[in-house]
């Protein structure tokens, strides 16, 4: 296990460097994200104005919900799955097939890398808007700060899975784009980034709840916001855990399948 | 009028090269048909929870977001060329380009053309117009002719903005992200502007005029501001066109080649 781990880290420590170098995108992307906060901000607050509960979230847990979608969304977003997806498609994954390293590890620790970078960056924002716009002490016990942290770690290992599974699709289809943008789509929908999954109608609840993308989002936050506590808070780790396991043995076979139909284009 | 001409040759020519991948034609078609999916799906969830925002109904706001999906779409059919412009004097094009006997801004407009703007652009057409037919706007021939002003200038001020903060990216050096930020202020566009603050407020309407490209001609055909709030509009063209003419005048001022 150390010498796995020995192995892979230093793709998380280049690809760290790579980001610090360019420090100018630092601030890019603190900015990008508070334009973004700051449109919600605005909209929850009109909204708050009218009623003082919508859907069981009051304004103190709605813009916390909000800023911990921001914080999971900055950390492994975009950005990183179109790099995924890039790889195949402009055909530099050839060279990484021919050294004698697990793919997927590499990505994961590549990944890892970009995301304690833009994570650390995020977090500080989004700690700093929280404190001026919300009232914090409720949630601030150190039980659920563990379980929250354990979480979200663990919400952020799922979301490397399914961004990896969704890049995979690129070896069938020569438009990455078009893949990336609608995995987008549906994760932003079932993972509850969009809105709260309290906002939907029942069906689609129940039908999120059987799918891997809001143990990455939803189930973190609920955590966070104390409305699962105690065991019901360790059966959400013990689940995001579950899926976890579930999609990286997935993508795993699903890779080995897909890299016999690798066509790389030109040279 | 030589100007239009060429801008049309150039698109002529982009849409043939563009063409002859017919598959990749057809789904990037597709994919700007689709792509304001997240958009329209959040508001019609959010509005299953609430009944109005500051007083706007779901399909009064949806008028908001097909314009911005409009003026977008033109943006990404037309002028996509106004993106990235530092990009551009770093692979050296724009010296190539003063070597020409026609205007830089033509050049940059004109040099790309993209067809998912063409679904975006449907999107927001038809948003627009279903909103309009469930609201049951009582039309005349004034407010179809400010209808149509009004898209023919929003498309305008977007593209002005792009191409704005593309210069000051330009002018700053490299500073991509500012261009970023600003394009994603758009956001702003797709709510009543009375949900801001006063200063936001003010920055939509002049020196970042989303606002102006939505709010201001929704507010007058839903008859919530009396026509001549609608002068609103040609005021804030006729201010970023000048803002952009100074900035892109200012970035070239300072440019200095790509060095190669």
Redo the contacts between chains.
Sequence with gaps: MRRFIRRYIGFTRCTMEERIAYR??F???A??NM??IL?SV??W???FA??SV??GYDWNQMILYVLIVALLNATLGFDTERKLSKGILDGSIASDLTKPIDFQSMSFFQALGHSLVEGGTALILVVLLAVTLTDLSPYLNPVSMALFAVSLMLAFMLKFCLAYFGGLMCFFT??G??VV?LR??IT??FSGA??PLA???AWFQRLAGVLPFQASVYLPTQIFLGRIEGRGAVRILALQALWVVVMWTLSGLFFRFAVKKITIQGG | MRTIRIFFQMTGANLRGLMSFKTDFLVSFFAGLLSQTIGLLFLSVLFQNIPAIAGWTVYEVAILYGYMFFGEGILTLFFQGTNGLWHQVRLGDIDRYMTRPISLELQICGRQTNLAGAGTALTGLAVMLYSFGKLQISWNLWKAILFVVSLILGAGIRVDINFASSALAMLLEGAGGIKGAIERVQEMGKYPLDIYPKVFRIILLTLIPYAAISYVPAVVLLGRAPYPYFLLLPAATLLIIGLRKWIFAKAMERYEGAGN
């Design positions: 100018k995108g601030l890019v992307s900015v990008l334009v973004g449109v605005f909209l607050r009109v909204l009218q009623e919508i859907q020569s438009n784009f078009g943008y987008q789509v932003d929908v969009m809105l906002f939907f109608p």
